[in-house]
C-alpha cells in the first residue's frame, strides 16, 4: 500500500467510472449511489496519505517510477511533497461534495455527467502528483475534456460561448507549454523533475522558456488581463463545474508557477517579478472593483476569484518561505470558501431560478440555516480573524512587505504590498454588501417568503468547507509544517540555479 498508493489514488477513480459505464442509464438513484461511493475511496487514501506523510521531509515522498517510453526517457512518475499534499486532500474532499450537490440539479445525462466528473479528479489528482514533465502535460489537457462537456452540456444559456473561450484560451498556453517542455526535455537528457531541477539554461533560454510555462500557468490562474474567460465559465458551468473550477482548477496553474516556473529559470523570474508583481496588484484591485459592480451573484463570485488568485501570485513572486507557504494555504482557503460560495448561489438558484442580487433580500428569516453558511463562507473570503483566509492573506502580505528577494529587485515594492493590501479592504465592501443585500432586511418579496430552509443533503453539502474554514482559522501549525519544508527546497533550488 505505502509503495503504490499514490497510483491507487489517481486511478481509483476509474473503478467507478468504469461501473457506470455498463450501468443502464435509466438506473438512475444507482447511478448517483455509485458515483458518490466512488469519490469516497479516493478521500479515504488520501487521508490515509496524510496520516503516513512524514512531515520532515522535504522531498518527494511514496515516489513510483515505471519505465513507459524508454527510448525518449518518458517515464510514469508521480510523488507527492507537502506542496502537492493538501491539494490533492482539497481535490479528493470537493468532488464528493460536488456529486452530491448535484443529485437534484442535473436531471439530463446524469450518467454521462457523474462518469466526466469522475474522469476529471483522475486528471486533477494526475496533475498535482506527476513528476515527469509529459505526464503532467497528459493529465493537465486531460482535464480539459470532461470540463468542456461538464460546461457545454449542462451549462447555462450561453454554454457555447463559455466553452469556446475556455478552450481556446487553455490551448494557447498549452501548446506553448508542450513546446517548452519539449525543449528542456531535450535539453535535459530527461524529463524527470528531479533531472530537469538540475539543468542549466542561459539567460535567453530562461526567459523564453518563462514565457512559454507562464503563459500557460497565468490562463489557467488566471491573472490579469488573461481573466476573461473566466467569469463567463464560471457563470455559464453548472454549480458543479463553477466549484471544480473554483475549488481545484484554478490552483493548477498556482501550483505549475511553484513546481516548474520558480526553480527551472529562476534569473527570468529575477527579470521579469516586477512585471509579474504589478500584473498580480492591478488584478487584485481591478477584479475587487469589478466584483463591487455585478449585479448576477455568480459573477460576483467570479471577479471575487480573479481578486484572491492575484494575491497568490503576488504571494509566490515575493519569493520569501513566509509568503509563498501562504500563498499554497491561501489557495486552499479559497478552495474551502470559494467552492462553498458557489454552492450557496446554487442552492439559492434551484429554489428561485435566479442570481440577481436585486431580487432577494432578508432571507435569513425564511433561511437561517444557509444564511449562517453564507455568513462563513463571505467572512473567510474576506480574511477576517480565526478563519483560514486570514491566515493565507496575512502570511502572503507579511512575506512580501519582508522579502528581501522583492527588496533586491524592486525599489519599490512594499509600497505595492500596501496596495494589495487595500484589496482585503475592497472584498469586504462587496462581500457583506452581497451578504446585506441577500440575506438582511425585511423579507418584503412573497417569492423569498416562500423559501425553504436546507435539506439534510445541502446542509452535509456545505458542513465539510465550513468546518474546515474555521479549524484552518485556529489550528494552523498542523498544515503549515507540512506545507513550509517543501516550499524551502523550492526556494533552495531557486537561489542555487541563479547566475
Known amino acids: 500500500m505505502e509503495l503504490h498508493i499514490l497510483s491507487y489514488l489517481v486511478f481509483s477513480p476509474l473503478l467507478g467510472l468504469l461501473i457506470l459505464f455498463f450501468i443502464p442509464r435509466d438506473e438512475k438513484e444507482l447511478i448517483k449511489n455509485i458515483a458518490f461511493i466512488s469519490s469516497i475511496i479516493p478521500l479515504g487514501l488520501s487521508l490515509l496519505l496524510l496520516f503516513m506523510f512524514d512531515k520532515t521531509n522535504s522531498g518527494f515522498q511514496f515516489e513510483t517510477l ?9 517515464n510514469y512518475h508521480v510523488g507527492v511533497d507537502g506542496i502537492s499534499l493538501f491539494l490533492i486532500l482539497l481535490t479528493t474532499l470537493s468532488v464528493p461534495i460536488v456529486i452530491l450537490s448535484s443529485f437534484k440539479y442535473i436531471t439530463e445525462s446524469e450518467k454521462f455527467y457523474y462518469m466526466m466528473v469522475l474522469f476529471l479528479e483522475i486528471a486533477m489528482l494526475g496533475t498535482f502528483l506527476a513528476l515527469d514533465l509529459v505526464l503532467f502535460f497528459l493529465f493537465w489537457e486531460a482535464m480539459l475534456i470532461p470540463m468542456y462537456f461538464i460546461i457545454a452540456i449542462w451549462g447555462g444559456d450561453n454554454k457555447r460561448y463559455a466553452t469556446f473561450k475556455f478552450v481556446i484560451y487553455t490551448s494557447i498556453g498549452s501548446v506553448l507549454m508542450l513546446i517548452g517542455i519539449f525543449y528542456v526535455g531535450n535539453l535535459a537528457g530527461s524529463f524527470s523533475i528531479n533531472d530537469v531541477y538540475g539543468t542549466v539554461f542561459s539567460i535567453k533560454e530562461q526567459l523564453l522558456l518563462f514565457g512559454a510555462f507562464f503563459l500557460a500557468f497565468a490562463i489557467k490562474v488566471p491573472i490579469f488581463p488573461f481573466h476573461t474567460w473566466l467569469p463567463d465559465a464560471h457563470v455559464e458551468a453548472p454549480t458543479g463545474g463553477s466549484v471544480i473550477l473554483a475549488a481545484i482548477l ?9 513546481r516548474f516556473v520558480i526553480p527551472l529559470f529562476p534569473n527570468a523570474v ?9 500584473l498580480a496588484v492591478v488584478g487584485i484591485i481591478y477584479a475587487a472593483m469589478a466584483s463591487y459592480v455585478q449585479k448576477d451573484l455568480k459573477r460576483l463570485v467570479a471577479y471575487s476569484s480573479v481578486s484572491h488568485m492575484g494575491l497568490i501570485i503576488l504571494g509566490l513572486f515575493a519569493l520569501s518561505s513566509v509568503s509563498i507557504s501562504g500563498a499554497v494555504y491561501q489557495m486552499i482557503s479559497h478552495g474551502l470558501s470559494t467552492g462553498s460560495l458557489f454552492l450557496i448561489v446554487g442552492i439559492l438558484y434551484e429554489r428561485r431560478h435566479t442570481r440577481l442580487i436585486t431580487e432577494y433580500g432578508g432571507i435569513a428569516s425564511a433561511m437561517p440555516m444557509f444564511s449562517v453558511f453564507f455568513m462563513i463562507a463571505s467572512l473567510t473570503s474576506i480574511a477576517v480573524p480565526f478563519t483560514s483566509g486570514f ?3 496575512f502570511m502572503v502580505l507579511f512575506g512580501a512587505y519582508s522579502s528581501d528577494f522583492l527588496k533586491n529587485v524592486y525599489e519599490y515594492s512594499q509600497i505595492f504590498v500596501y496596495v494589495a493590501a487595500s484589496g482585503m479592504l475592497f472584498g469586504a465592501i462587496y462581500m457583506l454588501w452581497a451578504y446585506q443585500k441577500v440575506a438582511l432586511g425585511p423579507n418584503i418579496n412573497l417569492e423569498n417568503q416562500r423559501l425553504f430552509d436546507l435539506s439534510l443533503r445541502e446542509f452535509i453539502v456545505l458542513l465539510p468547507y465550513s468546518i474546515l474554514m474555521i479549524v484552518l482559522g485556529i489550528h494552523t501549525e498542523f498544515v503549515v ?3 513550509m519544508p517543501s516550499v524551502d527546497r523550492i526556494i533552495g533550488i531557486f537561489y542555487a540555479g541563479l547566475r
Do not use: D, H, Q
Not at 490552483?251 to 505549475?256: E, T
Not at 529575477?270 to 509579474?276: G, K, N, S, T, Y
Open 66 to 74: 515505471v519505465k513507459w517510453i524508454s527510448t525518449l526517457n518518458i
Open 250 to 258: 484554478l490552483k493548477m496553474g498556482a501550483y505549475g508557477v511553484i
Open 270 to 278: 529575477v527579470l521579469l517579478a516586477p512585471l509579474i508583481f504589478v
Open 481 to 483: 509544517s507540512r506545507i
Open 391 to 393: 491566515v493565507g492573506e
